[in-house]
């Protein structure tokens, strides 16, 4: 236990899993300071991550520097808002100046970059701590590594089993309470799906809303910078500081940046969600029972709360998958052909067979799958008419085990993350059950574009209403 | 849809640049063959008047 002064007492492992919201109030409050929590999480960084291997590169001296300065900041009242003193940590495809920049690839392995990411120096200057850059998949694509130089990341609730990617640290890191907030990226469902294999919450913001300058890309047209927490509210106080126009990025949106947390709190009662199940769930192997099961009584719950639940027309949705992998392969392939002609041994096997597919397809293959987006963009956002928010499971089945994984599995049920990249609509995961292994299960909620505050609104009354975001892995 | 072979692998590798050995074209091929077989599923779903959804705008030059 810490015992400081007249601080109440505090055990370690629940200073570890504050929220943002009660780690600002206690600084606040003067319960703990910036310095306290920065020191619990190395500690517990050091004493649990050789496991779990959340961490590529840990930058301890940088971040006590940085709660130092907070510290006096916040005692002489130079205070910064809700982000400052609060220890964060970044998927390692962040720029940051002067700190390895990996991508988790022995191609970039002893890269630093001279800037910071907009992103990084937006939270930077918000006062928050970067305690290190987190482990993913190889740029970001494939699954986890066998063959990288850094080692795969395992699940906080199991290490047995995935935890979701790609931004694989960025989730399995609050999930084990090693930071408080992070940064991850979201091309097909980066964000949302490891958000929902290691039970923590994350949005895709809508494209555009927050810069992807210092991100490095996978493809273009579709990724997303997004933020990650233990809470919806936390998510909602670090898209806040984060989005808004960028003129060094080229997809940046000079659209007005409303209060977020505005919704939070309304309730969602008379708000209509759709679920598009029809002709997109039982896709092949369709959704895992466990998951329907939980995703199912999530709902019951969104109606108990008093929203109308609508099924629409899921069609769409399951087409916009084949889309997306188009235009990503064809992307990521052409951002990385150099390389991939010179020194193709340098990607993992796993990277490297995803991207190559990019090299076999033409420049008509890659058209089509562009004004097949224009198609399904408008039969998507066409439901709009009849509903608010769409829900579905955030992913189709819980994380696998690392020794049973089958990566062209994932082709053979349906992806409820891939519409929303292809779209560029805002889309949430929030924690909604476990499975009988205790593994946690999500649900997705998305929203109109630039209306992460609706989504924000729901995912927050389903959270209030449950108990699974309080749930903690043994570790 | 036709379906691409190895040895048509073995021919676009070099065009592309690539220098491939034929087990790691063996691996790639199941994924090529599923992304066309995609495209063609895509092909289906657009107008002839159908543009992509990547345009060129003459105002900012983007």
């Known amino acids: 236990m810490l015992q400081t002064g007249n601080r109440r007492p505090v055990n370690q492992n629940e200073l570890c899993y504050l929220t943002i919201t009660e780690a600002a109030a206690g600084f606040r409050r003067k319960e703990y300071s910036p310095v306290e929590l920065t020191g619990a999480l190395l500690k517990r960084i050091e004493s649990i991550d050789d496991k779990l291997h959340c ?31 609060i220890p964060i940590a ?50 970001a694509f494939g699954g986890p590594s066998v063959d990288a130089p850094f080692p795969a990341v395992r699940n906080p609730w199991s290490t047995a089993h995935i935890p979701g990617g790609s931004s694989s640290g960025s989730a399995a890191a609050l999930a084990a309470g090693l930071c408080y907030g992070s940064l991850g990226s979201d091309t097909g469902g980066s964000i949302r799906t490891p ?39 936390d ?36 708000m209509r969600i759709g679920v598009p199940r029809v002709g997109w769930f039982d896709e092949n192997l369709g959704v895992d029972r466990q998951t329907e099961t939980a995703f199912n009584r999530a709902l019951e719950m969104l109606e108990e709360l008093g929203a109308t639940i609508i099924e629409i027309d899921g069609k769409p949705f399951s087409h916009a998958r084949k889309a ?81 994984m089958d990566p062209n599995e994932q082709n053979l049920r349906p992806s409820f993350t891939n519409p929303f990249n292809l779209t560029g609509l805002p889309a949430i995961s929030v924690p909604c059950g476990f499975t009988h292994e205790n593994l946690p299960v999500g649900l997705q909620i998305g929203a109109r574009s630039f209306d992460e505050t609706t989504a924000f609104r729901v995912a927050h009354a389903y959270e209030q209403a449950t108990k699974w975001h309080k749930q903690r892995p043994v570790l | 849809m036709v379906e691409i072979t190895l040895d048509d692998l073995r021919k676009m590798a070099p065009r592309a640049g690539l220098q491939l050995a034929d087990d790691e074209l063996q ?17 289906a779903l657009i107008a002839t008047e159908s543009e992509p959804a990547a345009t060129f705008n003459a105002a900012d030059g983007k």
């Open chain 1, 235 to 270: 998510c909602a106080i670090i898209l806040q500081t984060i989005a808004g126009y960028d003129a060094k990025d080229p997809a940046s949106a000079d659209a007005a940046v409303p209060n977020f947390r505005s919704g939070i709190g309304h309730g969602i009662k008379g």
């Open chain 2, 27 to 43: 691996r790639l091929l199941p994924g090529v063959n599923r992304s066309k077989k995609q495209v063609a599923e895509l092909r």
């Open chain 1, 195 to 233: 958000s929902s294999h290691c039970g923590v919450v994350g949005i895709k913001p809508t494209y555009g809303r927050v810069s992807r300058h210092g991100v490095v890309p996978l493809s273009w047209s579709l990724d997303h910078a997004g933020p990650m927490a233990r809470s919806v509210e």
């Open chain 1, 90 to 139: 970044v998927k390692d495809l962040y720029m940051t100046n002067g700190i390895r920049t990996t991508c988790h690839s022995a191609v970039l392995e002893n890269w630093l970059p001279n800037f910071n990411a907009t992103t990084v120096a937006k939270l930077q200057d918000a006062g928050a701590i970067l305690l290190g850059k987190l482990g993913m998949h190889e740029f």
């Open chain 1, 324 to 404: 997306n992998q188009t235009i990503l392969v064809c992307e990521a392939y052409a951002y990385h052909e150099k390389r991939l002609q010179q020194a193709p041994e340098k990607f993992g096997s796993s990277v490297r067979r995803r991207m190559l597919e990019g090299a076999f397809l033409s420049a008509a293959d890659y058209i089509t799958a562009q004004r097949a987006r224009a198609v399904l963009n408008e039969q998507i956002r066409a439901n709009f008419t009849l509903v608010d928010v769409f829900a579905t499971p955030s992913a189709p089945r819980p994380p696998e085990a690392f020794a049973t």
């Open chain 1, 55 to 85: 961490f590529i590169t840990l930058t301890a001296e940088l971040a006590l520097r940085q709660a130092k300065q907070a510290e006096q900041e916040l005692r002489s009242e130079k205070d910064r808002g809700p982000l400052h003193g």
